[in-house]
């Protein structure tokens, strides 16, 4: 089902929404910044079952080659997601400022629960 490439996990259209066009993150790549690690293999099944293509997760941290890291992670997504509640300042400075220069799909979350995150994203991708 799933094909792990380094920290990145390319998710197989067998997910439980299965090829539904109402899928609100349907073929779209997720950088999920920030969450816990203990967290990453939920947050990957819950925007798979949203639709999702893929996602990179990164933790957030910042220090020595962390920066950027964080932004290859983010140029490797369609959309960013950042979760503030366990992350540093720093690292939301970064990745805010780069998806500003790079003109990426930016969503700020404050819940670390991998259905919340997910279904927070997809109904602001839903709004627009």
Partial sequence: ?????GNRFNISKNC???NNQNCPLKDLKIALIGGLDRLENRYRSAFCELGAE???FHPG????AG?????KTADSA?????I????????LQVVK???????????????TGPSRVSRETADMVAAG
């Fill in 16 to 18: 439980p929404c299965g």
């Fill in 67 to 71: 920066a950027g890291r964080l932004r």
């Fill in 61 to 64: 941290h910042c220090a020595g």
């Fill in 1 to 5: 089902m799933r094909a792990r490439n």
């Fill in 84 to 91: 503030t509640s366990i992350n540093s300042h720093n690292a």
């Fill in 97 to 111: 400022a780069h998806c500003r220069k790079s003109r990426k799909r930016f969503i700020v979350v404050r819940q």
């Fill in 54 to 56: 893929s996602v990179h």
């Fill in 78 to 82: 369609d959309i960013v997601v950042y």
